[in-house]
């Protein structure tokens, strides 16, 4: 958010009571480009709004309203006091993203409501239109009659037209770390967001939310088919969110475009954020990783100490040395701390003592002296009374080593009992994580997170999260099947970057070694479901800023496809979509400095995309260096089978694609 290039802020109409006819209660915002529009309508004093996609409904009018422990809801018996439709239009930086430079432009409608009778409360209601989609929020603004409040719940309804195709996971309190489900909208009963849907004339909807920042994370649940209906997170008690006027609830954000490709493109959810509250950014920056990791999840290390520990200093420098020797700029190291023997129980985790066999100050210098940057994890277990004990601490301890990254964990039920991952507890906890850590400059990276709402924008600390059935599940459970990986980017993906931790070269785990079940999902079957040339397109197409190599350094060392990994650039200045069906294919480019990569995959099927390669600088001679499935590859059977080529391409090429099933093609495209 460095540079603002311009604003224009043009306040085009502001209506009183008395200014327009007496019964004048519709309000309409159009997008930039004239295609989309929300519009406000006060029906018998109730707040309803509407969406349309080219002069098409996509949301019905729908009910909107806040509902109070103690209080009446905030729901009907409304007048507009006055209304304001103003048009912003700027641009703005940041220190890294799928897209360094970014427009915001939209039209913007601001709804001024009174009860009527009894408290005359007051609450207002913001829309905007994007070309991207279109956002609403409630505000709560300061007034006599609301101080302190406990809110039981949203009526906020999205009333979608017609049964469209839908993509979704189970809506859950506590983990997001689930397979998507692809069914008709009236079978998707309650669902997390974001939720993807495919209706009539192509059109693609994605319903999520933006600024989830101290407030319950929204599910949305049908208590009316086709009607979904926020259902928002509890507190342990069954409050949903406490507060206290002024307060402004997240956007509740709807994606749309007429083609799947452009819901990945969209920057809506960025946009609804605030500014970055960091001034000087230069110490956050984008990297690849390794990790000691990938063992303890196949079963042939731990993370408690013992002859299979994962985390000792000698692995430690080992990792080191592979990744100095191979362009990667990060090592995460998990079992590095005390307390891994009781992980689960209360008060189980010490955040600031090694584990007896490693001696994390020799690591740090060595890690130093090598130029790889040591992330240091923190699994707290779900107990965040002990971590928040240990977090200041910990934190400086992270900063004197030179550690400016930390990879956090929230695997357990949370302590105090009875709270949840989404719930409001936790969202303000997560966000104490993100600010108290950039006191300390160090960037972040979630595991069993609230879900991406655009915080990191405001926060750039905030790098990446999981929130996703992510690699780790194909090394201890049924894994994800090929076509997951095709739902991500147009579903959880469209939050934010996604931990997925791609790279897996084993695919069949052959070089694992003795491996010992310590996880109760799994099943003895376990495989990655991918070839290994998608594995290196999902470099590229699950954007991470902090994106990790997943596998044992034994299996990349001298293996001519580890290339790509090496070459790979996590530092993103400008990212394409230059195809895509929800769970089916992807097709994405990403340039960092004079670079571009490429990465395209394919679900169980296997397909030929064609891709016209106009992104490159016109003009100028490119190296393409393609990394692609070998002709008999196939992920069930022959998934390691690959091809390295080298081609001389240009801006007027045309490539060919051949994806096999279950496969995937990345290419890096030197300038020359
Ligand atoms: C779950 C995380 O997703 C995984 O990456 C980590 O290894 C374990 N928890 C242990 O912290
Ligand atoms: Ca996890």
């Known amino acids: 958010m460095k540079t603002i290039m311009y604003i224009s802020t043009v306040l085009l109409c502001v209506w ?7 019964d004048k209660t519709e309000y309409t915002v159009t997008s930039p480009d004239k295609q989309l529009a929300i519009g406000f309508d006060l029906n018998s004093g109730k707040p309803f709004y509407h969406v349309t996609f080219r002069k098409d409904t996509v949301i019905y009018p729908s009910q909107l309203g806040l509902m109070f422990k103690e209080a009446a809801a905030l729901s009907g018996g409304f007048k507009v006091l006055k209304s304001e439709i103003a048009q912003h239009h700027s641009s703005w930086e940041q220190a890294w993203g799928e897209n360094k430079l970014i427009q915001d432009h939209y039209q913007e409608l601001v709804v001024y409501l009174q009860e009527e009778a009894g408290q005359q409360r007051l609450m207002n209601l913001y ?19 609301i101080d302190n409040f406990v809110m039981m719940d949203e009526l906020t309804q999205f009333d979608v037209n017609g049964n469209p195709d839908t993509w979704w996971i189970w809506a859950d309190y506590n ?9 008709t909208m009236e079978e998707a009963t309650w669902v997390a967001t974001p939720v993807t849907m495919k209706g009539d004339k192509n059109v693609h909807i994605s319903i999520h939310e933006a600024a989830l920042t101290d407030y319950a994370g929204m599910t949305l649940k049908q208590k009316e088919t086709g009607v979904y209906e ?5 507190w342990a008690n069954g409050d949903k969110v406490r507060g206290s006027a002024p307060m402004k609830t997240p956007w509740r954000t709807i994606q749309l475009s007429d083609n799947a490709a452009g819901l990945v493109q969209s920057n809506l959810i960025l946009n609804l954020n605030e500014p970055s509250r ?14 000691i990791w990938w063992g303890m999840h196949l079963g042939t290390e731990t993370w408690y100490p013992g002859p299979r520990h994962g985390a000792t200093t000698e692995n430690a420098k080992a990792h080191i040395d592979f990744a100095a020797a191979n362009n990667i700029e990060g090592l995460v190291i998990e079992g590095w701390n005390d307390g891994w023997e ?28 090598k130029g790889v940057m040591l992330i240091g994890h923190h699994e707290t277990g779900g107990d965040i009374e002990s971590y928040e004990k240990y977090m200041e601490a910990a934190y400086q301890m992270c900063h004197d080593l030179g550690i400016h990254a930390v990879k956090t964990g929230y695997a357990g039920g949370i302590y105090p009992r009875g709270e949840h991952h989404h719930g409001q507890f936790m969202v303000r906890h997560y966000r104490k994580v993100v600010e108290l850590a950039a006191t300390y400059q160090i960037m972040l990276d979630v595991h069993e997170p609230i879900k ?9 600390n905030m790098m990446t999260r999981e929130g996703v059935r992510g690699m780790e599940w194909n090394a201890w459970s049924d894994g994800n099947p090929p076509s997951h990986t095709l739902t991500i980017p147009f579903t959880r993906g469209l939050g934010g970057p996604t931990d997925y931790t791609p790279g897996t070269f084993d695919l069949l785990y052959q070089n694992a070694g003795e491996r010992v079940k310590w996880n109760t999902e799994d099943i003895s079957m376990t495989r990655t479901h991918s070839t290994l040339a998608k594995q290196l397109a999902n470099f590229v197409i699950l954007y991470s800023p902090l994106q990790m190599a997943s596998d044992l350094p034994k299996n990349y060392e001298g293996h001519p496809a580890f290339q790509f990994i090496a070459d790979f650039n996590a530092d993103t200045d400008e990212s394409r979509v230059l195809n895509g069906e929800v769970g089916e294919y992807i097709t994405v480019v990403r340039r960092s400095g004079d670079e571009w990569f490429l990465g395209s995959a394919t679900n169980e099927e ?16 490119y190296l393409a260096q393609v990394y692609m499935d070998a002709e008999d590859a196939d992920w069930q059977t022959n998934p390691q089978a690959y091809l390295i080529r080298e081609k001389e391409v240009a801006s007027d090429t045309v490539l060919e694609l051949k994806l096999a099933a279950g496969g995937g093609q990345a290419i890096r495209f030197v300038k020359k």
């Open 16 to 22: 009183g009571l008395f200014a327009c006819s007496a």
């Open 127 to 145: 829309f905007r239109a994007y070309n991207d989609g279109v956002a609403f929020r409630y505000e709560i603004p300061r007034q006599a009659n």
């Open 175 to 183: 983990t997001y770390e689930k397979l998507y489900q692809h069914t």
């Open 230 to 234: 926020a259902e928002l997170v509890p």
């Open 278 to 291: 960091i001034d000087d950014t230069s110490w956050i920056q984008p990297m690849k990783y390794i990790g």
């Open 342 to 369: 009781n992980w689960g129980a209360k008060d189980a985790f010490d955040h600031v003592t090694p584990a007896i066999d490693f001696d994390l100050k020799k690591v740090a210098e060595y890690a130093r002296e």
């Open 452 to 460: 991406p709402t655009g915080i990191r924008r405001t926060w750039p």
């Open 606 to 621: 296997a397909r030929t995309l064609k891709v016209e390669l106009n992104f490159l600088e016109p003009g100028a001679g």
